[in-house]
């Protein structure tokens, strides 16, 4: 770390540690010249902190918001960094999701507002897989104004490529940005594409957004509303008329940590400690009562009627293969 940037990190800590502080006094403890102390409290000044200065004979300086941690000093990449890393802590496979929530509620809360403002905007939607895929890596800088574009609700312009980012096949598309999404190891934009009238999810490694921005819209209603079953959806085939014909939902009496492994495509969401709702798709309806009667919980279906049908049908049979249809499940 560069020596004046470990002084202004020194600088601030001790501001924090009493509510003023006589220049000649931090000029001491820092082992430097109130000259330099003055240069250095501006330099926080420019950065967005609040340090006032008393008036009278010695001056001193006091830190105008109070934190139970002392002010953290980043520049705008490194917020960015922050925010991805901590918004999207939940797909590393460790149960650090709720965590790193209330890691990045806390930092958000000792960062100048300028820089409070950068973070804000960036909001992403997690879909997790338990197979995950290489990562595409994506600019920060991209995903930060395909981010704002969707809190903003602006119109975006952008290039894509269609194959590779070497620009060698790209187009300008214009889109209303709904959701920015992982989903297997890459970066998705869920859109409304204005030329094809259609919902689209675009690679986000492939875009490269165009400014100025184009107007505001007023968003329009997500297939089904659940982004997560969308974009599963999408890239499984259950969203198509020549994918899987049958999908269901039902809810679960097992935690979702317990569930997601064994989910293949589905999409899991947890409802409590002991509760999850799965939604899942299948070729047939039998198919799908068989393998979320594999799980060995309580099953509340939601819908639709089929797979009630196919459930009733499937403990038909198994009282048949019993050998008694007043079978039991703890086999009395």
Not at 2 to 9: I, M
Request: charged share 25%; aromatic share 8%.
């Amino acid at each position: 770390m560069p020596k004046t940037s470990a002084r202004l990190l020194s600088l601030l800590s001790l501001l924090q540690l009493r509510r003023e502080w006589p220049g000649a006094l931090l000029a001491e403890r820092l082992g430097v010249s109130t000259r330099t102390v003055r240069r250095d409290v501006e330099r926080l000044r420019e950065l967005g902190y609040p340090v006032a200065a008393a008036k009278g004979p010695d001056g001193g300086y006091r830190l105008g918001a109070g934190t139970e941690l002392p002010p953290l000093l980043f520049d705008d990449e490194q917020a960015v960094a922050l925010a991805v890393a901590l918004g999207t802590a939940s797909l590393s496979g460790a149960a650090i999701g709720d965590a790193a929530a209330r890691a990045l509620g806390t930092v958000r809360q000792v960062m100048p507002a300028r820089l409070r403002r950068r973070i804000d905007t960036f909001q992403v939607t997690a879909v997790e897989r338990s197979e995950v895929r290489a990562p595409s890596p994506v600019d920060s800088g991209v995903l930060m104004a395909l981010s704002a574009a969707v809190r903003a609700r602006e119109t975006l312009r952008f290039d894509y490529a269609r194959k590779g980012r070497d620009g060698a096949e790209s187009a300008v598309r214009r889109a209303e940005p709904h959701h920015l999404v992982t989903w297997d190891g890459r970066w998705y934009l869920v859109a409304w594409d204005l030329e094809r009238g259609n919902w689209r999810t675009f690679r986000a490694d492939r875009i490269t957004p165009r400014t100025p921005a184009g107007p505001r819209f007023t968003p329009r209603a997500l297939p089904g509303g659940d982004v997560a079953a969308y974009i599963a959806g999408r890239f499984q085939g259950y969203g198509r008329s020549d994918g899987m014909p049958c999908r269901g939902e039902v809810v679960l009496g097992l935690p979702a940590a317990d569930v997601f492994p064994f989910a293949r495509d589905g999409v899991v969401e947890a409802l409590g400690p002991d509760r999850c709702r799965l939604v899942l798709g299948s070729w047939s309806w039998a198919g799908l009562a068989a393998a979320v009667g594999a799980f060995d919980a309580d099953i509340e279906v939601v819908g639709p009627d089929e797979l009630r049908a196919a459930f009733a049908r499937l403990a038909g049979r198994c009282a048949a293969a019993a050998g008694q249809d007043g079978w039991q499940p703890d086999g009395r």
